[in-house]
């Protein structure tokens, strides 16, 4: 395992951000893996997740905004969310990915669907548009 590349890290930030799920699964492994703990779902491979994503998360009127941080000395992100008619972003899950030694693809991806956990990370709870 190696710390993400910058521009890798921006890229993600920004496929998340704008909804762009080809772009996110462009920077995933082939056998890139996806679990959202507590609940027991666990994606495996490129289709699978994308599958994943375009079903349930990125949906029409669903914007996200991701805010960096570090999880255990690697790349992490508060993910927020704001849907319909919310006057802010809400604290949705906290996000580790993990980066590939071989190429730099993300090879895990968890999605801590806990927005308790924000507060140990010094991350609001509720974030202004």
């Not at 027991?40 to 996200?64: C, D, H, K, L, M």
């Not at 006057?87 to 801590?112: H, N, V, W």
């Amino acid at each position: 395992e190696i710390p993400a590349p910058k521009p890798n890290l921006d890229q993600f930030v920004n496929a998340w951000e704008s909804g762009d799920v080809p772009s996110l699964i462009d920077l995933l492994h082939e056998k890139a893996t996806f679990a959202m703990p507590p609940m027991g779902v666990w994606y495996e491979g490129r289709g699978s997740i994308q599958r994943a994503a375009q079903n349930f998360i990125f949906t029409p009127g669903v914007e996200w905004k991701l805010v960096p941080t570090l999880a255990n000395g690697r790349p992490a992100f508060g993910i927020y969310q704001q849907a319909g008619d919310a006057k802010s972003y809400q604290a949705f899950c906290l996000f580790l990915p993990i980066f590939s030694t071989e190429d730099g693809k993300i090879r895990e991806m968890t999605a801590f669907l806990s927005p308790q956990l924000f507060d140990r990370f010094d991350l609001p709870g509720i974030m202004p548009l």
